[in-house]
């Protein structure tokens, strides 16, 4: 079973910066594709961002150049690096862990973005 914990979440100004972890327990870490999505209240949770097992990292348009997705696969743990935030990126930010048929989620975290 995987167990996915999500923090760093908080209230930021617009413009600022926000560091989002993701700690993974069980599992096979190394080799699981990790993402991260949000989910902004009455709409569909999106994809902000994943990163396979080789590296390989991939982003929504919305945050290409202001977000950057990271792994340590010792820690067991995927981050998220938010730089200039705006207020339309308020929302619960997701941790995923996906690997053949399994597929895990995170509890959330909320992310708000306000002056």
């Known amino acids: 079973q995987v167990r996915l914990v999500e923090s760093g979440g908080d209230l930021v100004q617009p413009g600022g910066s926000l560091r989002l972890s993701c700690a993974a327990s069980?599992?096979?870490?190394?080799?699981?594709?990790m993402g991260w999505y949000r989910q902004i209240p009455g709409k569909e949770r999106e994809l902000v961002a994943d990163?396979?097992?080789?590296?390989?990292?991939g982003y929504a348009d919305f945050v290409k150049g202001r977000f950057t997705i990271s792994r340590d696969n010792a820690k067991k743990m995927v981050n998220l690096q938010m730089n200039s935030l705006k207020p339309e990126d308020t929302a619960v930010y997701y941790c995923?862990?996906?690997?053949?048929?399994?597929?895990?989620w995170g509890q959330g975290t909320q992310v708000t973005v306000s002056s």
């Open positions: 069980g599992g096979s870490f190394s080799i699981a594709t």
């Open positions: 995923r862990w996906s690997l053949g048929l399994g597929d895990y």
């Open positions: 990163i396979t097992s080789g590296g390989t990292s």
